[in-house]
């Protein structure tokens, strides 16, 4: 019976790998990592480590809850040094969501229509209001032009 990529355990030489144990603590140690929030990182540093009878990892996992407590407390004291954000009372209302009642939001949108159509659109430049063809540079040709003459080229021929 293929384990796949789960043979590759060092602890596995000299073992009957065929035996329902075996295969069955496999079974549990892939689904307990698939099923955790364990970085795919540590995942694989606890699937390549070598089965231990008296438990699924045996001291791996140590050494993963320490990196993740570890984590952990760097998190921590990384979030008491941040200044939390404070807002003004003006800058609370502009951030609030609107309300989902629909004389609210119909006011709502009555105001964002009113705000749009006060303003001024932007200038366009080049004036006829369609896009323009870039010019090319002096003393140099268009490529354009230069594909053109090439396909009617090979029309011709």
Do not use: C
């Not at 929030?37 to 231990?52: E, Q, T, W």
């Not at 990196?67 to 979030?79: L, S, V, Y």
């Amino acid at each position: 019976m293929p384990h796949g990529p789960f043979v590759t355990s060092v602890g596995l030489k000299g073992e009957n790998e065929d035996s329902p144990s075996h295969s069955l603590a496999y079974k549990e140690r892939h689904l307990w990592l698939n099923l955790s929030s364990i970085k795919d990182k540590d995942k694989n540093f606890l699937m390549d480590a070598p089965l231990a009878p008296p438990g699924l990892f045996g001291d791996a996992v140590n050494t993963v809850v320490d990196r993740f407590q570890e984590a952990n407390k760097q998190a921590a004291a990384f979030q008491k040094l941040l200044p939390h954000r404070s807002f003004t009372h003006g800058a609370a209302q502009q951030h609030q969501q609107p309300q989902t009642s629909k004389a609210s939001s119909s006011q709502h949108r009555a105001s964002q229509k009113q705000s749009v159509s006060t303003r001024t659109p932007p200038q366009r430049s080049g004036g006829s209001g369609g896009r323009s063809q870039p010019q090319p540079s002096r003393g140099k040709t268009d490529l354009r032009n230069v594909i053109i003459a090439k396909k009617a080229a090979a029309k011709k021929s």
